[in-house]
């Protein structure tokens, strides 16, 4: 068997064909002198049956191998068609790229100008909010100043009014006293001129 190994070993292998032409030329002609190496195996000591047995089978099993890897070798045209069509898909999908990159951009541009505006707004409605609160506080604030001056009129008027009622009381109070004190010292005089007219009197029933 080692010299049927070696001689397998030196066959020359034709060299590979792409497509249906390799497939057929491997169907239709061998790959190695069969008549060679038949005659050589039987310099070997095979029997002619056996040298043929196993060239056949050899041939055999090269041609099935040999159509085995040929049928899932691409043609050159086949290639191109492919890599055309790869290159078609691969355009088209960067087309497609490019125009959800390029929608997707308008969306998010239409999106950030409508969220601009509807901040805008509400800094608008903010700044109205502050100035009708502000001109609310001012205005309270005025009524208020305006009330406590009412009030603090109001307070004077009152003040000046107990002052004026306070004079009064106390200028009665000095007409009453003055009042008094002249009814006191009619008292004293006529109390006294009544003491000397019993005293006079007096006198006069002694002499």
Do not use: C, W
Not at 55 to 84: F, G, H, R, W
Not at 121 to 148: N, P, Y
Not at 183 to 202: E, H, V
């Amino acid at each position: 068997m080692r010299p049927l190994l070696r001689i397998a070993q030196q066959l020359p292998v034709r060299s590979r064909l792409p497509g249906q032409h390799a497939r057929a030329y491997a169907t239709q002609k061998h790959f190695f002198d069969t008549h060679a190496l038949a005659t050589r195996l039987e310099r070997e000591g095979f029997s002619a049956e056996q040298s043929r047995a196993m060239v056949t089978a050899l041939s055999d099993v090269m041609q099935e191998s040999t159509s085995n890897i040929l049928s899932n070798i691409v043609t050159k045209a086949e290639q191109d068609k492919t890599l055309y069509m790869y290159k078609v898909d691969f355009a088209q999908l960067k087309s497609e790229i490019q125009m959800m990159e390029k929608t997707d951009y308008s969306i998010m541009k239409a999106e950030n100008e409508r969220l601009q505006g509807e901040v805008n707004k509400l800094k608008q409605r903010l700044r109205e909010e502050i100035t009708r609160t502000q001109a609310g506080v001012r205005l309270d604030m005025s009524l208020e100043k305006g009330r406590a001056r009412d009030e603090q009129a109001q307070h004077e008027i009152k003040i000046k009014e107990t002052d004026t009622k306070i004079e009064q009381e106390i200028s009665g109070l000095r007409t009453q006293m003055e009042s008094i004190k002249f009814s006191i010292l009619q008292y004293m005089i006529g109390t006294i001129t009544g003491t000397g007219a019993l005293i006079l009197a007096y006198l006069r029933m002694f002499k």
